[in-house]
C-alpha cells in the first residue's frame, strides 16, 4: 500500500467543463508530480509541485493548473475540457524533488470526456 | 530531448518461460533508469532501477542492467509466474530534473 490517494476514481464530463482532482500524498512527502496516461500509452509529465510551488513543466497549456496545500496535498485543474483530455490522471508524490528519490504513485482517476 | 523506446506488445509466454522486454532510450547527461509495473486497475509500482552505468537493478526475480554503450536497459526474468501478468513500462529520470519520461509500456500476459 502506497499511501497515495486519489479522489475521484472515476469521472465524466461534458466538452467544454471544468474539473478538479485531488491527490493526498504520502505522510511525510513534500513534493507531488501529476501525470496524463492516455490509453494504451505511457504516462507523461503534467508539473510536480514541492512545497506548495510548481517546480516544473510538461508541454500541457496553460488550462492544465495545480495547487499545493500546506499538507502538501494537491489538485490538478483542467479547464475547458477538450475530448482528447480523456486519459489516466495519476499523481506521485516523493520526499523530495529529483528522480532518485523514490515516487509513489496513486490508483489514478479515469476522466471521459463526452 | 530525452526520449524511451520500447518492444512492443503483447507479450504471451507459458508459465515459466525466459522473459525479456527491451528497452532503449536517449537521454542527455546520465540519467537514472527504472521499470515500473502496473497490474490491471492499479496505479504504477517501482519494480527496480539503476543509477549508473553498469549498475544491475533486480526485485522479485526480475534484472536490468544499465548499459550505457547500447543505451539501454532491457528487463529480464529466468521464469515468469501467472501473477506477473501486468503492464511494465521503463523509464527514465534526469538526475538534475524532477520528473520521470515513460516509454509506451509493454503488456505481458502470462498463461498457466
Known amino acids: 500500500e502506497t499511501g497515495v490517494t486519489q479522489s475521484p476514481t472515476h469521472l465524466i464530463k461534458t466538452r467544454g467543463q471544468q474539473v478538479t482532482l485531488r491527490c493526498s500524498s504520502q505522510?511525510?512527502?513534500?513534493?507531488v508530480s501529476w501525470y496524463q496516461q492516455a490509453l494504451g500509452q505511457g504516462p507523461q509529465f503534467i508539473f510536480q509541485?514541492?512545497?506548495?510551488?510548481?517546480?516544473g513543466r510538461g508541454n500541457f497549456p496553460p488550462r492544465f493548473s495545480g495547487l499545493q496545500f500546506p499538507n502538501y496535498s494537491s489538485e490538478l485543474n483542467v479547464n475547458a475540457l477538450e475530448l482528447d483530455d480523456s486519459a489516466l490522471y495519476l499523481c506521485?508524490?516523493?520526499?523530495?524533488?529529483?528522480?532518485?528519490?523514490?515516487?509513489?504513485f496513486g490508483q489514478g482517476t479515469r476522466l471521459t470526456v463526452v | 530531448g530525452n526520449s524511451v523506446t520500447q518492444m512492443e506488445g503483447p507479450v504471451t509466454l507459458s508459465e515459466e518461460a525466459f522473459l525479456t522486454i527491451n528497452c532503449t532510450y536517449t537521454?542527455?547527461?546520465?540519467?537514472?533508469l527504472f521499470w515500473y509495473v502496473q497490474y490491471p486497475g492499479e496505479g504504477l509500482q517501482l519494480l527496480l532501477k539503476?543509477?549508473?552505468?553498469?549498475d544491475k537493478g533486480s526485485n522479485k526475480g526480475f534484472e536490468a542492467t544499465y548499459r550505457k554503450e547500447t543505451t539501454s536497459f532491457h528487463l529480464e526474468k529466468g521464469s515468469v509466474q501467472v501473477s506477473d501478468s501486468a503492464v511494465y513500462f521503463c523509464?527514465?529520470?534526469?538526475?538534475?530534473?524532477?520528473?520521470?519520461?515513460f516509454g509506451p509500456g509493454t503488456r505481458l500476459s502470462v498463461l498457466p
Open positions: 537521454a542527455t547527461g546520465y540519467p537514472s
Open positions: 505522510s511525510g512527502h513534500n513534493t
Open positions: 509541485y514541492y512545497r506548495e510551488e510548481e517546480n
Open positions: 506521485a508524490s516523493s520526499l523530495d524533488p529529483g528522480t532518485n528519490t523514490e515516487a509513489f
Open positions: 523509464a527514465l529520470g534526469d538526475n538534475y530534473g524532477q520528473n520521470f519520461v
Open positions: 539503476a543509477t549508473k552505468a553498469d
